[in-house]
C-alpha cells in the first residue's frame, strides 16, 4: 500500500524589512530626529535610518538614506558596520544594519533636517543621556555599538 503524498504547508515570503541605522558622534554626542506626520514612531527619537531597497547593498543604502535625510555624504570607507540589531515591533520582527561615522565639518557639513515632513527636528543628545522617547531600536543600535556587541536581540520575549 503506497501513502499519499502530503502536500507540503505553504511558506509565506519573508517580512523582516532590513533596515540601516548610521549612529553620527560628534564629541560624545550622537544626533537624532523626533519623527512627526508618519503614523509610525511619530514622538519618538530615532537614529538616521531606512529600508533597504530591492537590489541596493548596505553600504549604498546607508550613504542614500544619510544623504536624503540630513544631508550627509559619506566617501571612502565611511561609514563602519557596527552591529546588527534584530528588533521585534508589534507589527513584525526587523533586521537593523548599525553603522556608525564620526562627523567631520569640513568634509560632510553640518547636518541639517532634509525632510520635514517626517521629522520635527535634528539634535545633538549626549551618548549618556538618550532621551526616555527614543524609538527602542534606536536605543538598542546604541547599546549595541557602545557595548561592542555584534548581535542584539531587541524587544523578543
Not at 26 to 33: A, E, F, Q, R, Y
Request: glycine share 8%.
Amino acid at each position: 500500500m503506497t501513502r499519499p503524498q502530503l502536500a507540503a504547508p505553504a511558506v509565506s515570503a519573508p517580512t523582516h524589512p532590513v533596515d540601516v541605522f548610521v549612529l553620527l558622534i560628534d564629541d560624545g554626542n550622537v544626533l537624532l530626529g523626533l519623527r512627526a506626520g508618519t503614523g509610525y514612531a511619530d514622538g519618538q527619537w530615532v537614529a538616521p535610518s531606512g529600508k533597504l531597497e530591492l537590489g541596493e547593498d548596505a553600504v549604498t543604502a546607508i550613504r542614500r538614506e544619510t544623504a536624503e535625510e540630513i544631508g550627509v555624504h559619506f566617501d571612502g570607507d565611511e561609514p563602519h558596520f557596527a552591529a546588527v540589531v534584530h528588533h521585534q515591533n508589534p507589527e513584525h520582527g526587523r533586521v537593523g544594519l548599525v553603522f556608525t561615522a564620526t562627523l567631520d565639518r569640513g568634509r560632510h557639513q553640518t547636518p541639517t533636517n532634509r525632510e520635514p515632513h517626517k521629522c520635527a527636528e535634528l539634535r545633538w543628545f549626549p551618548l549618556d543621556s538618550i532621551p526616555a522617547n527614543t524609538y527602542p531600536s534606536t536605543v538598542a543600535a546604541i547599546t549595541a555599538w557602545r557595548t561592542g556587541t555584534r548581535l542584539l536581540l531587541s524587544g523578543w520575549q
